[in-house]
């Protein structure tokens, strides 16, 4: 057994192209990679060419199979591979028509003595998904009828993520290659696989097993730059093929080898550039402020999902004077890239801070005032209160004029932004402690809390409204009592508004759950970042708003086999047994705990009126349920 590092994939895909060729080779062959490598993309990207092969010898009098992808994740047993395999499978039999599939399972399983089969289409026979039980599908790759053409190729990815017992699944594989043409590729992360074996009392080793088994071995040297390069023109994005280069070299620059966070910094790119106002892409240089934004979007993206809480202070500084060393170290990093593509100061085009707020709840706030902001664009001149801002550089008369204006607009309660109303009153309150007005600090406090309530009310799903965006000024009084009063009622609106679009976003999570989905499709459900906080909803509590009878009903309506799935979920979700990974829950999704609790007697009451498996899949959610709560 030998095994081979690759670079580029080269050798990989050319030994791949000519294992699928080989007649019975009796022998797997594994690719093994970090997690997040790109070891799925790669296999995906392969498979998709081996398709097109298919598809250009196709023969209609027989069935072409096409290579079967399966991943373990979360799968507890050989039956569980198997039901994957026909489901994968079905789709491929019928699309020759049942005829054929039955002659087909007719050879393969040599049943012809046993079944009534309907190959003359009356309507008499046996159903197509009855023939093909578990061993007839195994049946479809071992038999060498010649009414079923193309390579028989089996894919089996996130081995270390499944929970059937090692030997038993390799010797399940074992049985495929020994007695078939069929071609087999096993994907994981060998470490974690060995790790997880070397816990398991197997009778025979993993050495031993991989010994017997395996015939080549190849560790993925992936091409970042490459797959990134790929995702970019594969998106068809314009923004992002413009300035494909760009993009690339920052993400190595960044050395954080992680593919599912540049595929989040493409779609961040591609939201924020919506969600800028209608026409700014008609100023003169929209296409120079377009590369400033890309540059440091994708700084800040995958700076903030790597982790880096230092993101925070870069560029934050002036040119002059350097902040903080992390501040260096991030700058060392992408500097040179910065200067080869002739790229401005974040300040100049959208600075880092507002960039980071995006990318931590998904919305650019105030964007019409952001693109205002930009020097780059240089689209507006100044607003009211940002000259009464500068009062210190105005003559009296405009000074009277833009203080009788703006304390006309304050006091009448017609500002729409929070931070605008916070800027207006620190500016009164500060001309008031300076002894250049006579107003009454009480009742500017009371006058900007009640516009600020009023903005709350009147745009009750809007959060940008009602944040601190200072504008690039520093908010005048800010240390005064009276200040913090106006921002601790801004903030307090602003986070029940949040925490109101949380929960109406989890109970619509929840409305997609339907028959047919995978353990992967409902932590989909969750994958959203949420507008709080960095984290994703799948971090918080998920069940507490939702009714837990509604929630019992809806569960008990799916089927078995989803219930297997959510059960799964739970599983992974709580690091419960048999998860295959040691976690803590974490203090939010500890919440969950009475209204699981709840859900749970729920569920057993239901079961009490059930039967069978019906019965069986039910009280599993239920345990499951009740391990999670002991955990807590």
Known sequence: MEEKMISGNTLLTAYLNEYIKMTKPQ???????????????????????????????DDEDCIQLKPVYVSVY????????????????????????????????????????????????????????????????????????????GNKILVFDDLERGQIPMDEFFGFV??????????????????????????????????????????QTFSLEVDYAQIAAS?????????????????VDLFVASKCE??????????????????????????????????????????????DRFGNKDIEGFQSYNFLKKATEEARIIEGKYLPILEYHKLYHSTYSIPVHTLLTFVRTGFLYAPERVVAGSRLLMSRSLTNWEKLWRYTSLSNDDFLDLLRSEKERFYKKELEYAFEVAHVAG???????????????????????????????????DITRLAMDDHGYDFRDSDSSEMNEIFALASSLMQKQEKDSEEEYI???????????????????????????????????????????????????????????????????????????????????????ESLKKISDHLKSKAKRLKLIDKEQTLLIASKMDEAVGKM
Not at 32 to 56: L, P, R
Not at 233 to 247: C, F, G, P
């Open 27 to 57: 022998f797997a062959v594994m690719i093994t990679g970090k997690w997040g490598c790109g070891k799925t993309y790669y296999i995906d990207s392969i498979i998709s060419e081996w398709e097109k092969d298919k598809e250009k010898d």
């Open 74 to 149: 979360g799968m507890k047993s050989i039956s569980d591979v198997v039901r994957q395999i026909k489901t994968k499978l079905n789709p491929v039999l019928y699309s020759k028509g049942v005829k054929i599939a039955k002659k087909v399972a007719l050879t393969a399983l040599q049943i012809l003595a046993k079944s009534k089969l309907d190959v003359d289409g009356d309507g008499t026979g046996e159903d197509l998904n009855t023939l093909l039980d578990a061993e007839g599908i195994l049946e479809i790759f071992k038999s060498d009828s010649s009414s079923i053409k």
């Open 231 to 247: 995702f970019i023109n594969s998106s068809r994005e314009k923004v992002l093929t413009d300035n494909l280069k760009l993009i």
């Open 258 to 303: 992680n593919l599912r966070i540049i595929k989040h910094c493409l779609l961040d790119i591609v939201r924020l550039l919506k969600q800028l106002p209608d026409g700014v892409e008609k100023n003169a240089n929209y296409s120079v402020f377009v590369k400033n934004v890309v540059a440091y979007l994708v700084i800040t993206s995958i700076e």
């Open 427 to 461: 500016i009164l309150l500060s001309l008031e402690k300076r002894g250049v007005v006579k107003l009454s600090r009480k009742y500017i406090v009371g006058i900007a809390k009640k516009n600020i309530a009023q903005i709350h009310k009147l745009y009750p799903t």
């Open 507 to 593: 109970v619509k999570a929840w409305d997609q759950l339907k028959a047919g989905m995978t353990v992967s499709e409902i932590e989909a459900l969750f994958d959203q970042t949420t507008p709080t906080r960095r984290c994703s909803y799948s971090m918080m509590n998920i069940f507490t708003q939702v009714n837990p009878q509604n929630m019992a009903e809806k569960i008990v309506s799916l089927p078995n086999a989803t219930k297997d799935e959510f059960a799964c979920f739970l599983v992974d979700r709580y690091y419960l047994k048999g998860a295959g990974i040691n976690g803590t829950i974490s203090t939010e999704m500890k919440n969950d705990k």
């Open 174 to 215: 074992n049985s495929i290659v020994e007695h078939s043409n069929s071609k087999v590729i096993l994907i994981c992360d060998e470490e974690k696989l060995k790790a997880s074996t070397e816990k398991d009392d197997l009778k025979v080793k993993y050495k031993d097993f991989k010994e017997k088994l395996i015939g």
